[in-house]
């Protein structure tokens, strides 16, 4: 089994700082992209920030320069560090990483749990 863990959200002032981290585990033989979607209640779910293995980083227009994402290859891990937060990045964020289990299976889709962000004076 593959288990995405999120952490680091909660309840942030605006214009404050939060860094969510999100743990991959289990069965991996290796992980190609990894990457942030957020959903907004009443709203679609959109992709934040993705970062593939060698490290190519894609951003939505509304967050590029406020937030950064990262990862460490040897811990399975990516991090979205967010800046400069707005009342409008609320929402439930979820971490996604396109794993393979082993040599003979196919890349698939893991997803988190989430982890809520709220930005609110």
């Known amino acids: 089994q593959v288990q995405l863990v999120e952490s680091g959200g909660g309840l942030v002032q605006p214009g404050g700082s939060l860094r969510l981290s999100c743990a991959a585990s289990?069965?991996?033989?290796?992980?190609?992209?990894m990457g942030w979607y957020r959903q907004a209640p009443g709203k679609q779910r959109e992709l934040v920030a993705t970062i593939t293995s060698g490290g190519s980083t894609k951003y939505a227009d509304s967050v590029r320069g406020r937030f950064t994402i990262s990862r460490d290859n040897a811990k399975n891990t990516v991090y979205l560090q967010m800046n400069s937060l707005k009342p409008d990045d609320t929402a439930a964020y979820s971490c996604?990483?396109?794993?393979?289990?082993?040599?003979?299976?196919?890349?698939?889709?893991?997803w988190g749990q989430g982890t809520q962000v709220t930005v609110s004076s």
């Open positions: 996604n990483a396109v794993i393979l289990k082993d040599a003979w299976s196919s890349w698939s889709d893991y």
């Open positions: 289990g069965s991996i033989f290796n992980i190609n992209a």
